[in-house]
Each structure stands twice: as structure tokens, then as C-alpha cells.
């Protein structure tokens, strides 16, 4: 017998795991100190994957002709000039028109409608019409806020754009580095990057292309109509779409109401059905056309994913929240198949 080894093992085994535990200690609170710091550029960080999802394929043509770096700059500065233009043209057109709803609503004849209203005897119209009026006039005066959030998106997007670049330059080199730090094989690691790509290209196509279409229909509908404000409604119609079950409907639907209560009853029925038979299916047949080419997405997948995604990243987590359900739903298969499946 040999107590004496014996003996030492312990000491040295205990003083093992407590430099491993300082190590795992120490990583931790750095990778949550990292995570803290970033924070503020999260959504700039998540758009340079989903940027370079949309702008590679256009990177990958020109650089056959004008070199990888120059065609990354080119790419990078017109997405740039793009977005820019897209955002002021948008919250100009924003504040215009909500400014000029809440200058509208004063004479606004639904309002008179409503302050007539009396259900059961009850005097109820005149509150529904000063709530209806001050709703609509606060909508109006805090359309100016867009400009106070606009700081914080430039320098998300001069974030997103600068990684952006980086990725285009190194593509491969790039997931070849990323790669040992996903804890699965080689070949769910592959997979778990196709099914980015793919459900981006579906969401952005397919929700976009439905939510563009909706816009357009709802807009021209109350134009036809002759409901005060058609292109701001429109804009709603096109931002409200993307949201499951009732999208679209949140503004055709009050708009229907409101020709009711102008006493314009052919005129309500009409929006109504024409929201309910035509912009309602849009998305029932844009989604499926695209989904047969870059692969179907559950819509309980999409509704999971925009109750999540939104409240924390705003309109990005309309794309963002189905992407990390989905993403999420494939690790799980790929952590049963490398981990729990039995060799």
C-alpha cells in the first residue's frame, strides 16, 4: 500500500479545478463585460449578416470586374446612399402628414359623428370625440421624435456598414474563423449558416413584397374613398402588415368604421371587403411563392418571432425575431443529432 501518493492526487486535482473554475470565472465576466459594452450596437451588429444576406451576390458579380475591395466600397456606399435616402424621405413624409392629420382633425366630420353618439342613453359621444381628437394630435406632435431616435440609428448603421465592408472583403475567410466556436459538427454548422441565409431571403422578400402590395391597396382604397390622409395610411397599412392575424386590418378595419359612422354605408362596405377578400390574401399568395423557393416558414414561427423580436429591436425584430425561432428550433435538432443520438 502507498497512502502517501494517494494523499498528494487530492490537493492537486482540488487545485486543478479551482484554476479551471478561475479560468471559466474569468472568461465569463469578461464575455458579460463585452456583451454590456456592445450592447448599444446590438442591432447595428445583428444588420451586418442580414445586410450581407442581401448585398453578397451583387458584391460577388462586381468583383470579378473591378477586384473584391473595390466592389465592397462600391457596394457599402450605395447601400449607404440608399438608406439615407430612404430614412429622410420616410420621416419627412412621416412628419408632414401627421402634422397635417392633427390639423385635420379639428373639422374633421367623424369626429362630429361621434360627439352625437348616445348608447343606451348614455352621453358617451363627446368623450370618444375629445379622446379621438387628442390621440390623433399627439400622434401628430410626436412624429417629431423620429429626428431625436435618428443619432441612434446613424451610428448603429455606420456600425452595421463598416462590418458590412469587413465581411465583404474576407466572406469565407471570415466563417472559416467563426466556425470552431459553434459547438456542433462541420456539417450542422454549414447547415445552421444556409438556413440564415435562407430564412432572411424568405422574410425580406416575402413579408416585404406582401407588406408593399398591402400598402399600395390600402392607400388607394382610402383615396377612393375620400378618407382625409390616404398616403400616411398606407404607410401604416404597409407597416402594419407584417404583424400576424391581424396586420392590414388595423387600418382598413377602423377606416371601414369611420365611412360608418359618416353615415357612408356603401362606401364602408366596400373598404371592408375589399380589405377583407383582396388585402387580407396578398400575403396568402406572396408567401407561399416564395417559400417554395427558399423554404417554407411556419407562421407559428412568424408570430412567436415578431411577439419577440419587436419590443426589443423594434421593426428590425419583425426579421430578426423569425430568424433566431428558426435558428432556434434548428439547434435543437442539430444538438439531438451530434449529442443525444447514439453512435
Known amino acids: 500500500m502507498h497512502p502517501l501518493p494517494l494523499a498528494e492526487e487530492a490537493p492537486a486535482a482540488a487545485r486543478f479545478d479551482a484554476r479551471q473554475f478561475a479560468a471559466l470565472a474569468l472568461v465569463v465576466v469578461l464575455g ?19 445586410l450581407f444576406v442581401v448585398v453578397a451576390p451583387v458584391a460577388r458579380r462586381l468583383a470579378r470586374h473591378i477586384g473584391r475591395k473595390t466592389a465592397a466600397l462600391v457596394v457599402v456606399a450605395l447601400l449607404a446612399c440608399t438608406l439615407i435616402t430612404l430614412g429622410g424621405v420616410l420621416a419627412g413624409f412621416v412628419i408632414t402628414e401627421a402634422r397635417r392629420a392633427g390639423l385635420d382633425v379639428p373639422q374633421s366630420p367623424i369626429l362630429a359623428h361621434l360627439a352625437q353618439l348616445r348608447p343606451g342613453g348614455v352621453n358617451v359621444g363627446p368623450e370618444l370625440a375629445t379622446a379621438g381628437q387628442k390621440l390623433l394630435e399627439w400622434i401628430g406632435s410626436n412624429a417629431f ?11 448603429n448603421l455606420t456600425v452595421a456598414l463598416a462590418g458590412l465592408f469587413f465581411l465583404l472583403l474576407r466572406p469565407g475567410e471570415t466563417w472559416a474563423a467563426i466556425r470552431p466556436y459553434i459547438p456542433f459538427s462541420a456539417r450542422h454548422a454549414d447547415m445552421l449558416r444556409d438556413n440564415f441565409r435562407n430564412v432572411t431571403t424568405a422574410t425580406l422578400l416575402g413579408s416585404g413584397l406582401s407588406a408593399a402590395i398591402q400598402g399600395l391597396l390600402v392607400g388607394a382604397a382610402f383615396a377612393m374613398a375620400g378618407l382625409p390622409n390616404a398616403p400616411l395610411w398606407g404607410l401604416a397599412a404597409t407597416l402594419l402588415s407584417v404583424v400576424p ?63 419577440i423580436g419587436v419590443p426589443v429591436f423594434g421593426l428590425l425584430g419583425l426579421l430578426i425575431g423569425p430568424l433566431a ?15 443525444l443520438r447514439p453512435s
Open 325 to 339: 425561432v428558426s435558428s432556434f428550433l434548428e439547434l435543437i435538432t442539430m444538438y439531438r443529432e451530434d449529442y
Open 245 to 307: 392575424l391581424l396586420g392590414s386590418a388595423l387600418v382598413w378595419g377602423p377606416g371601414a368604421i369611420a365611412l360608418l359612422l359618416d353615415r357612408r354605408f356603401e362606401a364602408a362596405v366596400l373598404l371592408a371587403l375589399w380589405g377583407f377578400v383582396v388585402v387580407t390574401n396578398v400575403s396568402h399568395v406572396i408567401l407561399p411563392m416564395v417559400s417554395r423557393r427558399w423554404g417554407g416558414i411556419h407562421p407559428l414561427v412568424t408570430l412567436l418571432g415578431t411577439l
Open 32 to 50: 458579460l463585460a463585452l456583451a454590456l459594452g456592445l450592447a448599444p450596437y446590438l442591432t447595428g451588429l445583428i444588420a451586418v449578416p442580414i
Open 145 to 155: 421624435g423620429v429626428i431625436g431616435a435618428a443619432s441612434h440609428w446613424i451610428v
